[in-house]
Each structure stands twice: as structure tokens, then as C-alpha cells.
Nanobody, 127 residues
Framework: QVQLVESGGGLVQVGGSLRLSCVASGITFSRYVMGWFRQAPGKEREFVAGISWNGGRISYADSVKGRFTISRDNAKNSVYLQMNSLQPEETAVYLC????????????????????WGQGTQVTVSS
């Protein structure tokens, strides 16, 4: 059974930083693309960042480029999201997801491309 468990969310002031973690189990983590998405109240889930199986390809939403960094440690079955210069509009539940497509070099941005999801971790940015 595939499980994804996020952690690291919390309350942070405007301009602050957080580092999110996601640990996977029940799957050969190192073979697959991983993604981070977020969903704010009343809004659609949106792509934040994704990383290929070996970290060789990375993709970011335009809104987070230069501030967020995605990384992975295959030995720890983990993917991370370092978030800097956070803004109030980035308050959301942040979720990690895994894409089981065999094209593990292709970083998809559509949520429909991802097969399993974690429960999410709340990030609140206060002004």
C-alpha cells in the first residue's frame, strides 16, 4: 500500500521560510516523479513543483520560481520543498504526490497525472 506523509507545515510570518517533507512507503520511491501541489480554501489545487526520479529535471510554477526549491533523497524515500519569502496568498494545504508513469524523466504539472497523494500539511502565512 502506497503511503505519502507530509510534515513541516505551520504558521509563519510574511517573508518567512518553511521546509516541507514528504516520506513515501510501499513503493520503489526512486523510480518515480514526485510533485508538490497546494490548495487554498475555495480554490482549485495547483501545481507548485515537481522533480524527476533522479532530480535531473525540475519544474516550478511561475509564481514560486526563485523562492521555492524542490529536492529529493532517494535513500530516505523523501522529497522536500524549501519555501522562502512566503506571502499570505500562499496560505494553503500543501500536498505531495507521486506519478507512476514509466516516463520518470517527465515532470507533469496536472494533478490528474499523479496517482497517489498525501493528506497534506497546512501552511499559514500571517501578515
Amino acid at each position: 500500500q502506497v503511503q505519502l506523509v507530509e510534515s513541516g507545515g505551520g504558521l509563519v510570518q510574511v517573508g518567512g521560510s518553511l521546509r516541507l517533507s514528504c516520506v513515501a512507503s510501499g513503493i520503489t520511491f526512486s523510480r518515480y516523479v514526485m510533485g508538490w501541489f497546494r490548495q487554498a480554501p475555495g480554490k482549485e489545487r495547483e501545481f507548485v513543483a515537481g522533480i524527476s526520479w533522479n532530480g535531473g529535471r525540475i519544474s516550478y510554477a511561475d509564481s514560486v520560481k526563485g523562492r521555492f526549491t524542490i529536492s529529493r533523497d532517494n535513500a530516505k524515500n523523501s522529497v522536500y520543498l524549501q519555501m522562502n519569502s512566503l506571502q499570505p496568498e500562499e496560505t494553503a494545504v500543501y500536498l505531495c504526490a507521486i506519478d507512476l508513469d514509466d516516463r520518470n524523466w517527465y515532470v507533469a504539472a496536472r494533478q490528474s497525472d499523479y496517482d497517489y497523494w498525501g493528506q497534506g500539511t497546512q501552511v499559514t502565512v500571517s501578515s
